[in-house]
């Protein structure tokens, strides 16, 4: 079955750095890569998705890159803020299939 | 995007007993998923809640321990049944509508077993 891996597994920013957040997928069929944020106390919030036929999608300071070559993609968020603090996971799919997460990533952005 | 509320958001709960856990969608879906989220870890698939047919459970799942129903296209439970304190963790509940990718979460319950 599908394993993603993810790193880092905590990350601690500035205010206002970037943040690069990496995961690599085994199943060279999955073609549905989406992240999700979740803050304490709530439930996973889908943030950004992508599909393979896409290498790179961007919405507003966040954006996801795809290598389906490498079988990796990556979170980007720029110009983090406070609130960007949070546990964030991301997933592959195959058509059809079941959602297999990363491990999550915790961010940290002090003001 | 769906709208997904969940009863109880909390409990906390004695060993040996059980809880249910119900799901409830703002528009009809096509696929229902469970999930477990223990303690600082990531997300782990208990099972998809079929409508009118039983449940479909991972590999570690069973249905004697987390029956499931789906009475329709908008509602489903999870019962969590005689608890041990390994049980404490988040359960939630998902869906994916029809011909859709996106999958949405709700909010969660978060479960204590004493």
Known sequence: GENVEQHPSTLSVQEGDSAVIKCTYSDSASNYFPWYKQELGKGPQLIIDIRSNVGEKKDQRIAVTLNKTAKHFSLHITETQPEDSAVYFCAARTSYGKLTFGQGTILTVHP | ?114
């Open chain 2, 1 to 114: 995007s769906a709208v997904i509320s969940q009863k109880p958001s909390r409990d906390i709960c004695q060993r040996g007993t059980s809880l249910t856990i119900q799901c409830q969608v703002d528009s009809q879906v096509t696929m229902m998923f469970w999930y477990r989220q223990q303690p600082g870890q990531s997300l782990t698939l208990i099972a998809t809640a079929n409508q009118g047919s039983e449940a479909t459970y991972e590999s570690g799942f069973v249905i004697d321990k987390f029956p499931i129903s789906r009475p329709n296209l908008t509602f489903s439970t999870l019962t969590v049944s005689n608890m041990s304190p390994e049980d404490s963790s988040i359960y939630l509940c998902s869906v994916r509508g029809t011909g859709q990718e996106t999958q949405y979460f709700g909010p969660g319950t978060r479960l204590l077993v004493l």
